[in-house]
């Protein structure tokens, strides 16, 4: 692995950093200590500091020379609500929150690039330095995007990662095009009438009506959409009734829509609005939807893809860069970022060895991100602007 030796040499701070944050882990548009230490540290490197855009999001900028050409490098900061169990020392102080996402490890290797630029400064251009809120929900990314990021910080191309536990240490996975699902989420209330649970034919029962839905609503993915489209549509919450002898008034549905392509978003989200409502009223019942769309489908830029992956494997070598990795069904609010400008999102590998393995996945309460990969991810950071804003800039 070409891991830049200047970054080499900073590893143990790098691993103290990480470790702190992933100490004291803030939730979505809450990561005020955590955005104090990046804005701290990138005024400390020397970077013009833009911060409160989307509340806690930061943005850091290094110009060198008069060159007009621009990069974005984007990192998330938050954390998840939920209960580390590790009991290492640098373990979550803050019961309910931890970093299961490592999003800590993905903010101290932007840092230290950061830090890299600014001490070497072997490019041409304007590099922005993009540490968002929020990622876990309800998307940092989105408010950035829409609070004018990209008009007040122009980047030619925006390149982000994610760290990612099923891939060793020294690989990378990508894919042009769509990479990751967009994600959608339902609430889908039928109202019938209430009545005595032996005498039905006074009553509209929802929980029989609430169960066709679930049922026809399986054909959305099997009937209405092509096979060579990925696609899920799962109800994973049915409430209904609270007694042996009542037929309720309501009965509520809930779940998760997920699809690559925005037009299969789109398809599925209609297809259920339309079989819920028609269902319902075959049997005398309404139906009531709220269907939204979450994060959009993350779909890679075809020429920024193929760059990260040809700097990634100017590191590790052509042979350890996937470039047609398969589709991931989680989502991620880079998206927004990549549906503004163009440009990439890699994944990382993390596992295999290390301190603690960095094998265990994401999300999970024995989660933590594996200090081994720092100074590749920020070297990874620092040679995608050394590429595209070099010497065939200058
Ligand atoms: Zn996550
Ligand atoms: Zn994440």
């Known amino acids: 692995m070409k891991i830049d030796p200047l970054i080499q040499s900073w590893h143990a701070e790098m691993t103290a950093v990480r470790r702190d944050i992933h100490a004291h882990p803030e939730l979505g548009f809450e990561e005020e200590r955590t955005s104090a230490i990046v804005a ?30 621009s990069i974005g490098l984007r990192a998330d900061m938050d954390a998840l609500p939920m209960e580390e169990t590790n009991t290492f020392a640098h373990r979550s102080r803050h019961k309910g929150k931890m970093h299961g996402c490592g999003h800590d490890g993905h903010t101290t290797m932007l840092l230290t690039a950061a830090r890299y630029l600014s001490e070497t400064r072997k490019f041409q251009g304007t590099v922005h330095f993009i540490f968002q809120p929020a990622e876990e929900g309800p998307g940092g990314g989105r408010v950035m995007v829409e609070e004018g990021l990209f008009q007040k910080f122009p980047c030619d191309a925006v390149f982000g990662m994610h760290n990612r536990p099923s891939l060793p240490v020294g690989k990378f996975q990508i894919r042009s095009g769509p990479m990751m699902a967009g994600a959608g989420s339902f609430d889908i209330t039928i109202k019938g009438k209430g009545t005595h649970g032996a005498r039905p034919e006074s009553g509209i029962d929802p929980v029989v009506v609430a169960s066709h839905i679930v049922t026809a609503a399986q054909t959305i993915r099997s009937r209405t959409l092509s096979p060579h489209d990925p696609a899920v549509l ?29 037009e299969v978003m789109d398809a599925q989200m209609q297809g259920l609005a339309r079989i819920a409502s028609q269902v ?53 609010d880079f998206s927004y970022m990549l549906n503004a400008v163009p440009g990439a999102f890699i994944l990382t590998g993390q596992g295999g060895s290390g301190d603690h393995g960095g094998s265990c996945e994401v999300h999970n309460p024995g989660y933590d991100f594996n200090d081994e990969v720092l100074p590749l991810g920020a070297t990874l950071f620092a040679r995608l602007v050394e590429a595209k804003l070099g010497t065939a800039a200058s």
């Open 40 to 69: 701290d540290k990138l005024r400390e490197y020397g970077c013009e500091v833009t911060t409160g855009i989307a509340k806690t999001g930061i943005v850091g900028t290094i110009r060198v020379g008069n060159s007009p050409n």
């Open 234 to 262: 799962s109800i994973t919450q049915v409430h209904a009734g609270d007694a042996y002898n009542v037929i309720p008034e309501t009965a509520v549905l809930r779940g998760t829509i997920r699809a690559f392509r925005q």
């Open 280 to 332: 319902a009223a075959a049997y005398g019942a309404t139906a009531h939807c709220d269907i939204r769309q979450g994060y959009p489908p993350l779909v890679n830029h075809p020429e920024e893809a193929a760059f990260i992956a040809d700097v990634a494997a100017s590191l590790v070598g052509e042979e350890n860069v996937n470039r047609n990795g398969a589709l991931v069904m989680g989502s991620e």
